[in-house]
């Protein structure tokens, strides 16, 4: 039974504690891990192991870390339990995406792009999307897992596909949350009150998850509590603008919210990202 695996967590940041918690709350054989140590000493309810004790215990490694360029580095010259699943939901590069899934295919490790959407709130509730760079007959044993990370999973069938829609779908967010960011703060010169606008908005064709989620629950309540940095949507632009150049296909609006998003200062990065409404004239210049 899929609810009898031994399931691991590496990466407790504040998405990967949210599933921890989500799984721990249903009573499953659950164990967690993460680099810094202050994570260990801060979360004293988690089962924490050892990387290496990880490795060879799990049946099913979820990771949650920043990108999976840190993946290979993290599991080579390690003794890893043949079989395993590993369930990748960082937001990375798809073409790294393949070579680990070749790297670890050799060892007999099954890897899947899991990219996930939803932010903390849906981690910890169990309601993210995920996109699945596989067959769903692959990860058929493990749906009982996924059912309770996920209230939408999408398979794509081959792998590298999941991280792919990943990016573009940041692409569209991050591009409309700037757009918005910008309206906003010119509305607001313009003598228009940002609840006012926002409301209009939101009951006309310009509403969006931008306008409906975000700014009434993390910006126009002074909160400014998106739950990610600035840096990350950085990091999905560019990788995303990377993709593009190498395809040779349009990418517009892809380097002027990449063109954008550089112009806030480095020292900003390690901020709430919602943040930039807040910021936008200090960085944004005509």
């Known amino acids: 039974m899929s609810n009898k695996k031994t399931i691991s967590i590496i990466g407790l940041g504040k998405m990967g504690l949210g599933i921890y918690n989500n799984l721990n709350c249903n009573q499953l054989n659950l164990f967690g891990y993460d680099i810094d140590p202050k994570v260990i000493k801060k979360n004293t309810h988690i089962n924490f192991l050892d990387i290496n004790k990880i490795l060879v215990i799990s049946d099913v490694i979820i990771i949650v870390i920043q990108s999976n360029t840190q993946i290979i580095p993290l599991l080579k010259s390690k003794k890893i339990k043949k079989n395993t699943v590993f369930l990748d939901l960082t937001t990375s590069l798809p073409e790294n995406t393949i070579q680990i899934a070749k790297f670890l295919k050799n060892i007999n490790i099954n890897y899947f792009d899991a990219a996930m959407s939803g932010g903390a709130i849906g981690a910890r509730d169990g309601t993210l999307t995920l996109m699945i760079g ?84 993390h ?3 002074n909160k400014f509590d998106g739950n990610s940095y600035l840096k990350n949507l950085k990091k999905d632009l560019e990788m995303m603008q990377n993709i593009s150049i190498k395809k ?39």
């Open 134 to 217: 596989a067959e769903k007959e692959q990860l058929k044993e493990n749906e009982f897992i996924l059912g309770l990370i996920a209230k939408n999973i999408f398979y794509y069938g081959k792998v590298g596909s999941g991280h792919s829609i990943k990016l573009l779908h940041n692409s569209v967010c991050h591009g409309i949350f700037l757009m918005m960011c910008e309206v906003g703060q010119l509305g607001e010169e313009m003598g228009i009150n940002l609840y006012d606008l926002i409301a209009t908005f939101n009951v006309s064709n310009a509403r969006s998850f931008i306008s409906e989620e975000r700014f009434p629950k």
């Open 248 to 286: 040779n296909s349009s990418d517009h609006y892809i380097k002027l919210t990449n063109m954008l998003l550089s112009k806030f200062n480095k020292n900003l990065d390690n901020v709430d990202f919602t943040n930039i409404y807040k910021y936008w004239q200090d960085n944004i210049k005509k």
């Open 219 to 221: 910006i126009l309540n």
